[in-house]
Every structure is written in C-alpha cells, then in structure tokens.
C-alpha cells in the first residue's frame, strides 16, 4: 500500500475540514436520479416553505390594521372592522405554522430515506474493510463516530433545504416592505444589524467548532475506554483492576469535563453577543418608528407593524446561530464518518472477477511470499500441494507463519509474492464471495453472537431449516447437550457466547460449519484451547465435519494430527520438513524434536 507523503497529508486535512467535501456527498440524497419520488417530495416541500412565508411577512401588515382599526389614527370600517382583522390575523398564523408542519411532514420520508441509506452504506463499508484495519480498530470509537455522522444526515439536509435559503428569503422580504413603507434608515438599520449579527455567530461559532471537535474526540475516548474495559470485563477481574480502570475511565472524563465546559462557556458568549446586537438593532429601529409616531408621518400601528418585524426578524437570526452552529457541527461528525466511508479495502475484487468453479477443492501455494509489514516477512517462498479430499496438517513454533497461510488462502490479505490457488484458480481472479462460500472455517476461539443457539448454528446457511440445523447439531455432537437445556434451542448464549463453556462454543462453531457444508475446511488451532478430554470429544466431531473434504489443519497439539495425511513443518516461513507422522519420526529432525517434546510434557 502506498504511504503518505507529507503533500498528501496536508491534503487530506485540509479535505477532512472542508464542509463543502460533505455537502457535496450529501446533496444527491435530496435530487436522487433514479427516485423521482424523493424529487416530487422535496419540490412539494419547498412549495409549502415559500407560502408558509408568504403568509409569515404579510401577518404583521394585518396586525398592523387591526390596531388603527382600535386607535384614533383609523376609524373601523364596516365591512372589515377590527373584529375581522384579529380574526383574519389568528388564520394567516396558524397558516403560516400549518404550512410549515405539512412542509416537515412531506420531507420526513426523505430525511428519514437518506439516513437510512447512509446508514447501510456505511455498515457494508466496513464488513469490506481489511482484517488489517479491523485489528486496528476501536469499537467504541467507531460505534460513536459512526451513531453521530449517521445522525447528522436527516439534520444537515433538512436545515441545508429549509433554513439558509428560506431565512436569506424572508430577509430580503422583510427588508423591501420596510424600505417601501417607510425609507432608507430603516432598511440600513436592519441591514447593519443582520451584518454584524452573521459576522459575530459566524466568527465565534468557527471557534466553537473547534472546541466542539476537541470536545467530540474525548468523548470518543472516553467510550473507547469505557466498551474496552467491559469487553475485557474477565481480565479486569483476574488483575483485581477495578480501580485502575476506573481511573483511567475518570481520567478520560475529565478531559472530555474539561472540553464541554469550554464549549459551554463559548455558548454563553455567544448568545450574549447574539442578544446584545439584535437589541441594540431592535432599539434603534425602534427609535425611529417612535419619532415617525411622533411627527406624524406614521401610525401607531406602523409603530406596532415595525415591531412585529423586527421580532420576527430576530427569530430567524437567532435560529440561524443555531442552525449554523448545528450545521458546523453535523458537517464535523458526517466529515468523520466520510472519512471511514473513503477508507479503501486493502482487498477487493478485480474487475471482471468470475466466482470460484470447484472440482474438487485442490488448493495450491506457490512460492508464496507475505509480510504484514513490508520489514518483516513472515512467509518466504512456501510451496504447497494439498490435493482435492486430502487431509494436511500445518505445525511449527509461533510465528512460522501456519495462520497467515489460513488467512491467505480466506483471502483477509493479498500474497505479496507468488499465487495461491483453488483447483486452478488464483484467488485474486474470484469473487470474494464465492471464495468464502468454499471454505468452512473453525478457529481457536469460536466467537458467538448474542442470540440463541439456534440462530448461532444457523449462521452457517442463511434461511437453514430447523431440521437442517439440528442434524448439524447432531452431527457436532452437541444436540443431546442443548436438548437438554431448558430452552433448549432458544438458550440465548450470551456476549460472544460466554454462556457456554470452551468445548460447548467450539461444538456449536463446528456445527454451523457443518451446516455451511464446505468443500474446502480450515480448522486452525481448533482444540488447542481446549483441555485434553473436551479436545478428545470435539475431535470425533472435528473428524465427522472432515469426511469428503479437503481438510487443512493448523495445528499445536501434534497429538490431534497424527492421522493426516501430510505434515508439513513450517520454520522462519518456508517448509523445514513434510511427510506422514512416521516418516517424520523417522527423520529425527524439528517434528520429532517437537513430538517428543510434547509427549514428555503430558506423561509429567
């Protein structure tokens, strides 16, 4: 993979604080090509904007009739007194609020359809991330980013459609009926105030961008911290650490306390600020209406429709220090998660990719050359024949690279010399699908999600029936042990299935392999956290699952690979030694040194 050169770093900075990056991602959620539906809503809902505001600037000009209608400045027609005036003011309000609740009532399916879009968008990015950037990761971190950037989505489009461009609007609509109204000053006085207003909330709120950043990055630490520490809940309690992560939880809080009370405090400034210039500006127009009263060029009501203008301008002013601040913000959390969106996987299908043909399951290593890191190779010209139905075991001392050959031939990462194949196919020119649907995988630590046997087993076949399910059971050797729990299938197994003890969990794993029904199967280290009468147990299941297969086993217990057809001895990445279990006794070399080993370390 490429690295970074300080060019492309500054870039990528820049990109990630670049709010136009994300509006750009999220505008065609608003004008979808292939929805016309989402189209039709959104022109319905900016319909209803426009007459909701309409109606919200012409209020104030019946208002200010109904209370001529009262002074001694007019006298009360008979056909449209100051009855009908009140009246015809409480309906152009209500359909000023009415329009505007149709408006949101129209775009929610969108916002909702777009959050929802994104969501998924996002959860299937990440099951197509390397094993590399998953070893990497930090739940806790992810989960927040992910919760907030998701979140933000219905929040940026709805306020990018309904708040910047219908408040420029009403604005300039306000502002005209002043000025034709009465004169210039008053149109200057609005226009300094709303200058001044944006320039202050938008100076400060671009601090408070940061401090909320800041603020946002601790609270992700924190929550790191905090699933962390409850995932590894056993370790906790085996080092008596209770306290220690408490602190380092508190520890965590604290900086997270410090950031939102700078955010807090920058808020308080800002809406001070926000007041003192909307008042100082509502004074002085004011003021100016209060000397037209007074000379006679206005009426009490122009005094009163003034006013009314002047709050229903404040209203939107101080809604869009809101809704900028909002935006900022939602522009900062969606930026994050485009920024996972824009992690590319490290494996991928190449174009034109075909799905993998089995005839056999005859899998090929050819002078195979991998490092996880480009300065430290694990594997150095291996070459491997396992034929279709054969059973070949893999041994040697901790990273000689027996798991990586597991994870290569899975395809979590891309040979970086040589070619690794399935009945003649390299596995870089097949479907990743059709490469995982061929081969079945029981690992040492068989993790299990939070659900019930039965959906645990049935992971292995999407849409398996229940008698499906139960001959893989029985064929695991597992069946009489669920039946005769009380809820039998339906046992709920707990977080990573810690209900169940090391060889129920490897029983239950064998069993959705089972019904997965491979003809490629890998068992990697299957047994060797087992103690010796469960692995004795799950070995008749394991040889079960084997029958009709092509079988690789990486193994570290030599006793549960005595019956393979081949052992192959892995050393500093290249094969030291291979052969059947007696003709490498007979060689005398790193596998009988090891067997002998082993054997010694049971009989004490």
């Given at each position: ?20 990056r ?25 319909a ?22 009262l ?11 100051a ?37 998924l ?19 806790g ?29 009403e ?43 800041q603020?946002?990055d ?23 650490a209770?306290a ?24 308080a ?35 009163v429709?003034v006013?009314?203008y ?23 959390d ?6 996972l969106?824009?992690?590319?996987p490290?494996?991928?299908?190449k ?18 050359h991998?490092?996880?890191?480009t ?9 491997l ?18 798991s ?34 061929a ?16 959906y ?36 709920t ?53 084997a ?10 217990r ?13 050393a ?10 007696a ?9 009988a ?5 082993q ?6």
């Open positions: 993979m490429r690295r970074l050169t300080p060019t492309d770093a500054a870039l990528s900075k820049e990109q990630r604080v670049s709010g136009w994300v509006i750009r991602r999220v505008a065609p959620y608003l004008w979808p090509d292939d929805k016309l539906w989402v189209k039709q809503r959104v022109v319905i809902a900016l209803m904007l426009l007459i909701a505001k309409i109606v919200a600037v012409g209020t104030p000009l019946i208002y200010a009739r109904a209370v001529d209608a002074s001694d400045a007019g006298a009360p027609d008979l056909a449209v007194g009855v009908g005036l009140t009246v015809a003011y409480g309906v152009a309000r209500l359909m000023s609020n009415g329009f505007q609740q149709l408006r949101d009532a129209v775009f929610a399916k969108v916002g909702q359809g777009a959050l929802r879009a994104l969501a968008q996002t959860f299937e990015h990440i099951h197509r991330l390397s094993m590399r950037y998953h070893i990497g990761r930090k739940t971190g992810l989960s927040r980013i992910i919760e907030r950037g998701v979140k933000g989505v219905d929040f940026l489009l709805r306020f990018l459609l309904f708040s910047i461009g219908p408040l420029v609007l604005l300039l609509m306000i502002a005209g009926i002043l000025f034709y109204l009465f004169d210039v000053w008053y149109l200057a006085a609005v226009f300094v105030t709303i200058a001044f207003y944006v320039w202050f909330t938008f100076a400060v709120t671009e601090w408070r961008v940061k401090l909320r950043k603020m946002n601790q609270d992700t630490d924190a929550n790191q911290k905090a699933i962390d520490s409850l995932l590894n809940f056993e370790t906790v309690k085996y080092f008596g209770e220690r992560e408490a602190r380092r939880y508190d520890s965590a809080m604290a900086l997270y306390q410090e950031a939102a009370l700078k955010t807090s405090y920058s808020l400034f800002l809406n001070f600020g926000q007041s003192f210039l909307i008042t100082t500006g509502l004074v002085v127009v004011m003021v100016l209406a209060a000397m037209g009263v007074q000379n006679g060029s206005m009426s009490v009501g122009d005094f429709m006013n009314a002047m709050i229903q301008i404040t209203m939107p002013l101080n809604f869009l220090g809101t809704v900028y601040r909002e935006i900022r913000q939602a522009l900062v969606m930026g994050e998660m485009f920024d969106l824009e992690q590319p490290e494996v991928s299908n174009d034109g990719a075909k799905d993998l043909n089995i005839t056999g399951g005859h899998v090929s290593l050819k002078d195979v991998f490092g996880y890191d300065t430290r190779p694990i594997l150095k010209g291996v070459d024949d396992v034929p279709a139905g054969q059973n070949i075991a893999i041994v040697g001392p901790s990273g000689s690279g027996k990586t050959i597991g994870r290569l031939l899975f395809r979590f990462y891309d040979v970086t010399g040589g070619s690794l194949q399935i009945d003649g196919q390299d596995v870089r020119d097949i479907t990743q699908t059709s490469l995982h649907d081969i079945g995988v029981v690992p040492q630590d068989t993790v299990l999600f939070n659900d019930t046997i039965r645990n087993i049935a992971y292995g076949k999407d849409g398996a029936s229940h008698s499906e399910i139960e001959d893989a059971a029985r064929a695991a050797q597992i069946h009489d042990f669920i039946m005769a729990l009380p809820d039998g299938y339906e046992t197994v707990g977080e990573r299935g810690l209900k169940l003890s090391g060889g129920e969990k490897q029983r239950v794993g064998i069993a959705r392999t089972l019904l997965k029904n491979p003809p490629i199967l890998l068992l990697d280290e299957a047994t060797s956290a087992l103690d010796s009468g469960t692995e004795h147990e799950i070995q008749d299941a394991l040889a079960k699952a029958e009709g297969r092509t079988v690789i086993t990486i193994a570290h030599l006793s549960t690979i005595a019956d393979a057809d081949r052992i192959v001895v892995l500093d990445g290249q094969i030291a030694e291979q052969g059947s279990h003709e490498l006794l007979e060689m005398s070399g790193r596998y040194g090891l067997w002998h080993r054997q010694s370390e049971e009989a004490a």
